[in-house]
């Protein structure tokens, strides 16, 4: 369970690798203490918070835990909270190395929540404050193949958001059920399958990213192509978001994959994780899958 659990860290292992810098050849690193990588996601009323470690340049990491997860970036003694300003504070269950998770936290519309984590190894706490945004929009989403018969084919996906406001901003992610299964092992608790699906959608080109300055007498539509067969189920899924996590997906999107070209842009992914890297974030997201085998 905790090998396949451990996957979940996935979009944290990504953002530290996109935020590590190459060693110049001609000065000495001197070493540091590994800075908290954190990010989050709530799904079905279940808030799972996965906490690790920034990597060193210059030390050799034990990577015995997963396939691709050293055991050292994982944050596997810590205590770490949640609450709401004002109200109750909530402690979060270490499910495994790594990931803590509650299903007791009743959000609230527009209400501030601060995370705290507290290392039981080095006494070090981090933090982080986030707004929580439900999506209450009525939205539509519709699919249509303009390329290919078979093998790969080129699927356009219009979304249609109602009732925009300008200040709005919008994440919409997909995946298909093909590569959920080649990027994670689903656990058999059924309320996190979703916010698990969430996770593993949060590849860069994976990603789409809408303003809502952009909606039309309160519309707010775009549409993108993605690659598919005919035998795919879609997974879609759109969430509101604050300006400062949709800040952070475009710096992110633009780090490419696991670590950014040597020659591309350098890119400073903004955080709102204290000390550390990552983002702490409540959203709600609404889900729409397509079973491509009828259209």
Do not use: W
Request: include cysteine; charged fraction near 20%.
């Amino acid at each position: 369970m905790k090998n396949r659990n451990v996957q979940l860290l996935l979009l944290a292992v990504i953002t530290l690798f996109a935020c590590r810098k190459p060693k110049p050849l001609d000065i000495v690193i001197p070493e540091k203490n590994n800075d908290a990588v954190v990010t989050s996601f709530a799904a079905d009323n279940v808030i799972v918070v996965s906490a690790g470690y920034s990597a060193q340049a210059l030390k050799k990491l034990d990577d015995t835990a997963a396939g691709f997860i050293p055991r050292d970036l994982l944050m596997d003694s810590a205590v770490v909270t949640i609450e709401q300003q004002g109200k109750q504070q909530y402690k979060l269950a270490k499910a495994s190395n790594g990931l803590y998770m509650s299903d007791e936290i009743k959000l609230s519309e527009r209400a501030e929540y601060k995370l705290m984590i507290t290392d039981l190894k080095t006494g070090k706490i981090t933090s982080a404050s986030t707004q929580y945004l439900p999506f209450t929009n009525e939205a539509e989403v519709k699919t249509t193949f303009i390329a290919g018969n078979g093998g790969d084919s080129l699927l356009n996906v219009h979304v249609a958001v109602n009732n925009a406001e300008a200040n709005d901003k919008y994440f919409i992610s997909y995946t298909t059920l093909e590569q959920l299964r080649k990027n994670t092992k689903l656990p058999g608790l059924a309320s996190l399958n979703k916010g698990i699906k969430s996770i593993v959608s949060f590849e860069p080109k994976k990603i789409q990213l809408i303003d809502g300055n952009k909606a039309l007498s309160g519309v707010l539509e775009h549409n993108f192509s993605i690659n598919a067969t005919r035998q795919d189920t879609i997974v879609i899924q759109i969430a509101r978001i604050d300006e400062g996590y949709y800040n952070y997906l475009a710096a992110y999107k633009r780090t490419g994959y696991l670590i950014n070209q040597l020659t591309g842009e350098p890119i400073n992914l903004p955080s709102n994780i204290k000390p550390g890297y990552g983002y702490f974030a409540l959203y709600d997201t609404k889900r729409f899958v397509f079973d491509l085998t009828k259209k």
